[in-house]
């Protein structure tokens, strides 16, 4: 069973438009959001995060939204640029103190010039 | 220089060879993890060291056995490799000083292929 489910494999934008990634999750004892980008033939590089006690955080032209009641988190990156095409993966984790994160099936972002 | 090392890259082995894929960090950070990558179902945790002394499983560690030979190497071996061990493998370190919130870092990947 998907805990983390990224329902979008792939997503193609317009440069200097809006890209939003879309996550959902199933386990309410998840507390601990983030996402992660990944670009071929190299490791997934961190990119922003959030605490299940705020709803929204941001970080330059990366936003991401966390709504509880939904299960649901977003990414939004404004204006998208082509340096941003990547493969995104979301993950979650919970208090159970073992710090392991659940990773959702990626989405792969195209960003069009 | 990269802080999480991953070696081979690459690598093309037949069914039932032993195989072992290294990690090394410079990052000092205290906790390493083995991940594989499928397509189509994300990364998986196949098994996690938070400490030079303490070993554990992920969701998908039969079929494998790690080491920890010192806080910067965590070595991932496949004892008898079969064709669907095939995937990206990736290693993470994160460091218990930044408290719960911790962020996992990770190394390039090692691509193998059994025959």
């Known amino acids: 069973d998907q805990q983390v489910k990224q329902n979008s494999p792939s997503l193609s934008v317009q440069e200097g438009r809006i890209s939003i990634l879309n996550c959902d999750y199933t386990?309410?004892?998840?507390?601990?959001f983030l996402w992660y980008k990944k670009y071929p033939a190299e490791g997934p590089t961190f990119l922003i995060s959030?605490?299940?006690?705020?709803d929204k955080n941001e970080d330059g032209r990366f936003t991401v939204f966390l709504n509880k009641s939904a299960k649901h988190l977003s990414l939004h990156i404004v204006p998208s640029q082509p340096g941003d095409s990547a493969v995104y993966f979301c993950a979650a984790s919970g208090s159970s103190g073992t710090y392991k994160y659940i990773f959702g099936t990626g989405t792969r972002l195209k960003v069009l010039a | 220089d990269a802080d999480v090392t991953q070696t081979p890259r690459n690598r093309i082995t037949k069914t039932g060879k032993r195989i072992m894929l290294e990690c090394s960090q410079t990052k000092g950070h205290d906790r390493m993890y083995w991940y594989r990558q499928d397509p189509g179902l994300g990364l998986r945790l196949i098994y996690y060291?938070?400490?030079?002394?303490?070993?554990n499983k992920g969701e998908i560690s039969d079929g494998y056995s790690v080491s920890r030979q010192a806080q910067a190497k965590f070595s991932l071996s496949l004892e008898s490799a079969i064709p669907n061990q095939t995937a990206l493998y990736f290693c993470?370190?994160?460091?218990?000083?930044?408290?719960?919130?911790?962020?996992?870092?990770f190394g390039p990947g090692t691509r193998l292929t059994v025959l």
């Open positions: 993470a370190t994160s460091d218990t000083q930044t408290g719960y919130t911790d962020t996992q870092y």
């Open positions: 060291s938070f400490d030079v002394k303490d070993i």
């Open positions: 386990n309410s004892m998840f507390d601990y």
């Open positions: 959030i605490s299940s006690i705020k």
